[in-house]
């Protein structure tokens, strides 16, 4: 049985702005700017179409999708998916500030934000992978 078609897209989208984002981070480290400033642009339309399809699917199939595994497996699960949700909220108006910051030339506002955003950005989109893959790819035990 193949996993449901927009959960693949979404968890998709999920990694390439997590890959995405880490190109950005390497391309700033190496004062390629101008790439660095394409590369977070298209994370962060990654991340907003994975949102507003996300939102869609939640509201079009259902509005919660159970785990089937139990055990260990189930306690796992829940231990990558709540904070992985909370800072998944959390961090919405966060990249709109750094983007905000970094489009009018607030360099020194964008770092300090970008120093803690990025670890959770990244942590943000291997977990919705993780728990795509959880939900729909791998055994439950």
């Known amino acids: 049985m193949h996993p449901p078609l927009l959960p693949t897209i979404n968890a998709s989208l999920n990694a390439l702005a997590g890959i995405l984002v880490v190109c950005g981070i390497v391309a700033i480290k190496q004062s390629k700017k101008e790439i660095h400033r394409k590369l977070m642009i298209a994370a962060f339309v990654c991340s907003t179409v994975f949102l507003c399809s996300y939102v869609y699917e939640r509201l079009t199939t259902h509005l919660l999708t159970r785990y089937?595994?139990?055990?260990?497996?189930?306690t796992l699960y829940f231990l990558v998916l709540i904070p992985h949700t909370l800072l998944a909220v959390t961090i919405?108006?966060?990249?709109?500030?750094?983007?905000r910051h970094a489009?009018?030339?607030e360099y020194d506002k964008h770092k300090r934000i970008t120093r803690w955003l990025y670890p959770v950005w990244l942590y943000v989109s291997t977990t919705g992978v993780i728990v795509y893959l959880m939900l729909y790819i791998l055994p439950t035990g």
Do not use: Y
Request: charged share 10%.
């Open 103 to 105: 489009l009018r030339g």
């Open 68 to 74: 089937p595994g139990t055990g260990f497996l189930k």
């Open 92 to 99: 919405v108006p966060f990249i709109i500030m750094a983007i």
